[in-house]
């Protein structure tokens, strides 16, 4: 039980109350993947509220998605695909011991989390100002066709809207590791967060790569 | 279970790792930056027991108010904030909490044989979740209250006065951290185990824990999300649940119930774990069944997701459908049987000692029969259509919620006090409470099986006259349920001011948590105990551990 032992998988991160390095590695995966499984619990029960509606107003659906733009969704799919591949290789190069580029992966990460949020700003405020809301504060007159297009748009703002949520916990956590990162406080030994925090971001990225052709890509 | 360990530590010289975990460290900052289980698990008991007090003032008003058929003490729209606040509060604030957050925090890593839960700041993290769960559910009680009542059905919900949104908000925030003591345990359970403890090594208590935060890891996160959406629905109108815009309100109660019938089995399986500790406890027996008991359980927690249909019978879902949740409904009664028959025959043979927390589980037994069958009455579809939204129900679900999960609650409380305060308590006192508590909880819920077969609805604030003699008999029940609870308030306080004088295992138990001492240290164990037997081996003698 003692700190002193040289393992190789030792590292001075391990908690008191682990036998091994290992016991707290793979500890803290069954949390993460439980965490993760809460997730796809969570936006499981939208997808399936927003499936349902559709089954029943196929055409406000398709009425409500011409007024999204494809075009900036595939980008935002583009970003966060890109994302996801620099986060795989920032978990690549912290178990490498390669510091500089783990952060230089974490960083560009954050540069394409935070692009996919420029993007959702400016679609937002375009929806804002066409007077695409959720429910009572839908503008129909101005847009036409059938009223339930409201409902779909409540749809999108709360799948996008907690989605996008996602996405800013996710800004935060890869800036907390990249810090880290920079500190030298992870190693071949050691890079459990980098490892977990990777996971999440995979999911965040997942998500939206069915948020995109369930909103954007409705027929 | 094992041979191990403790040589009792009576030392003056304070080494940290010799100091029991209510002493070390002093002041309430030391308790709330706290990562030790033992310490959480003892704030979340102060924490539930408050909640406890308030739902249970709440249901006093309630018995109160109908003590006459017409207004007694409060008016109409009073009683139902009243009553939708006893259901909020009872459910998200005690039940939920209560077994698997107060009682299994502390006791789990310790019948593990571990030091502390697999995330100790998580599980830090999680109380405070739940407090401020708690303060938004009371600023929603003071800002306009809610009428609902505890299921938030829409339309109504959503048309509604009052601070529906806050309150859906505060169960919103409670079902975190549910969801994160659930993900605790599991990695708790799964990586935390003593060398050489396999899986059906664990008392059975750990199962139960196991089944129950399954339960809340993968349903609570559907409640989150309805919540939610009920909460944008009351802002926005976006109109998903309102017939008026086009949504669907039964839609609301399929996703409700897909969270809370399971529910209903995270609240009854850490009820069931703690049975199935103190009857061979106290029958000094080896548990019969020890497999059928744990698979039963994880049975009960997979069948809980298949059966939330038959909450909504009347609700206009297909008869097809119906009839299938009918027949999975009726499917739960076997592993419950299975455990309920084990149990039974554990005592039988047994050396029983009539001590208090047998006395709540023989109650259990009685009060879970009554709770159980009654709520195959209700699975079939034909009783329901008669008996759905009466006191019949109300009767049914009290008999399962508190006959048998605060019973079982109020059984692990009496068996683990003196573990968790190293203070005994007034045994003959104890008893009086129980048989109060036992008579008064029927006197106060056998009658509303009663009135609710005759047509007596739930929820109404006048009723007819004749109902009169059935509600005054459950209104004096309650009071005498009220003076049970009173009397035990009084002696467990009476016993927190006693010098130390629990023994280490008091009951002369097998398992880990009763081979350390009472309190248990910081670390709880001076060596990590290695397991080399059952946890109900009461065939072999004792360990060196108990020193009763």
């Avoid at chain 1, 016991?23 to 509220?49: C, H, P, R, Y």
């Avoid at chain 2, 824990?209 to 559907?222: H, N, R």
């Avoid at chain 2, 579809?381 to 049914?396: C, K, N």
Wanted: contains cysteine; hydrophobic residues 50%; charged residues 10%.
């Amino acid at each position: 039980m003692s700190h002193s032992t040289h393992d190789v998988a030792e590292h001075r991160f391990r908690q008191h109350h682990f036998a091994t390095a290992e016991q707290q590695l793979d500890t803290s995966k069954i949390g993460m993947w439980l965490f993760l499984a809460t997730e796809i619990l969570m936006f499981g029960g939208l997808f399936v509220g927003f499936g349902l509606m559709q089954g029943v107003y196929p055409e406000a659906w398709v009425a409500g998605h011409h007024h999204l733009d494809r075009v900036l969704g595939a980008v935002n799919t583009v970003f966060l695909l890109c994302s996801s591949f620099t986060m795989v290789m920032a978990v690549h190069y912290a178990s490498t011991d390669e510091k500089s580029k783990t952060v230089l992966n974490l960083g560009l990460t954050l540069g394409f989390a935070f692009a996919f949020l420029v993007v959702k700003y400016f679609e937002y405020s375009h929806k804002f100002h066409d007077g695409l809301l959720p429910g009572r504060f839908f503008n129909l007159a101005g847009i036409g066709g059938p009223p339930q297009q409201a409902m779909f748009f409540g749809f999108y703002f709360a799948m996008t809207g907690i989605h996008g949520f996602h996405v800013l916990i996710g800004i935060i956590l890869i800036t907390w590791i990249m810090i880290r990162a920079n500190r030298g406080d992870f190693s071949s030994a050691y890079y459990t967060p980098v490892d977990l925090i990777g996971l999440y971001w995979h999911l965040v990225d997942l998500i939206w790569i069915y948020l995109f052709p369930l909103l954007y890509l409705v027929s | 279970m094992a041979d191990i360990i403790t040589t009792p530590h009576i030392s003056g010289h304070a080494d940290h790792h010799d100091v029991d975990y209510l002493h070390d460290g002093k002041g309430l900052k030391s308790w709330l930056t706290t990562v030790d289980h033992k310490r959480i698990g003892i704030m979340y008991l102060w924490s539930i027991l408050f909640m406890f007090f308030l739902g249970g003032v709440f249901a006093m008003m309630i018995r109160l108010e109908l003590l006459t058929p017409k207004q007694t003490i409060m008016s109409a729209e009073t009683y139902n904030k009243v009553f939708t606040l006893h259901g909020a509060i009872m459910v998200f604030l005690f039940i939920i909490p209560s077994v698997p957050a107060a009682l299994a925090n502390f006791v789990l890593p310790l019948m593990l044989g571990a030091k502390d839960v697999a995330f100790p700041k998580l599980n830090l993290f999680s109380w405070y979740i739940y407090m401020a769960g708690a303060l938004i559910a009371i600023a929603a009680m003071v800002t306009g209250g809610v009428d609902t009542g505890w299921t938030f059905y829409t339309p109504y919900s959503t048309t509604t006065d009052g601070s529906v949104a806050l309150m859906t908000f505060a169960a919103f925030v409670l079902g975190f951290s549910s969801i994160l003591t659930g993900v605790n345990f599991v990695a708790t359970i799964h990586k935390l185990r003593a060398p050489g403890m396999g899986w059906f090594d664990m008392p059975l208590f750990c199962w139960g824990i196991y089944a129950t935060a399954l339960i809340q890891v993968l349903a609570t996160p559907v409640l989150a999300i309805t919540l939610l959406l009920l909460i944008m629905e009351r802002t926005f109108g976006i109109g998903i649940f309102d017939p008026k815009l086009g949504g669907d309100p039964v839609l609301f109660q399929h996703f409700f119930w897909f969270y809370s019938h399971p529910a209903v089995y995270i609240m009854i399986l850490p009820g069931m774990a703690i049975i199935s500790e103190i009857i061979p406890t106290f029958s000094q027996k080896t548990i019969f069944g020890y497999r059928a008991i744990a698979f039963s359980s994880v049975a009960i927690a997979l069948v809980s997701f298949i059966v939330w249909g038959h909450h909504m019978f009347t609700s206009g879902q297909s008869q097809l459908a119906s009839a299938i949740f009918s027949f999975i409904t009726f499917f739960v009664a076997v592993p419950s049987a299975i455990k309920t028959f084990n149990w039974i025959v554990t005592m039988y043979k047994g050396s029983v000692a009539f001590n208090a927390p047998m006395l709540y589980a023989l109650s259990f037994l009685l009060l879970f029969g009554i709770g159980g069958l009654t709520g195959i009455f209700l699975g079939a579809v034909s009783v329901d259509i008669h008996l759905h939204d009466t006191y019949f129900v109300v009767a049914h679900f009290h008999y399962v919620m508190m006959g048998s999960t605060v019973i079982a609650f109020l059984g692990g409380l009496h068996y683990w006090w003196p573990k968790m305060f190293g203070r005994m308590y007034n045994e003959s006192a104890a008893k009086v409470a129980c048989a109060l508590v036992f008579i008064g909880f029927n006197a106060t819920f056998l009658p509303q099986f009663v009135l609710g077969s005759r047509g007596m609805p739930r929820r109404y604030y006048n009723y007819l006259p004749e109902f009169q003699f059935l509600h005054q008999a459950s209104t004096v029940g309650s009071w005498i349920l009220g003076l049970g609870f009173l009397i035990m308030a009084g002696y467990l306080f009476a016993s927190l001011r006693k010098k130390m004088d629990a023994p280490a295992n008091p009951w002369h138990s097998r398992t880990l948590e009763w081979q350390t001492a009472s309190p248990p240290i910081t670390h709880n164990f001076h060596e990590v105990p290695s397991v080399g037997g059952g946890p109900y081996d009461y065939y072999r003698p004792v360990g060196q551990g108990r020193n009763a």
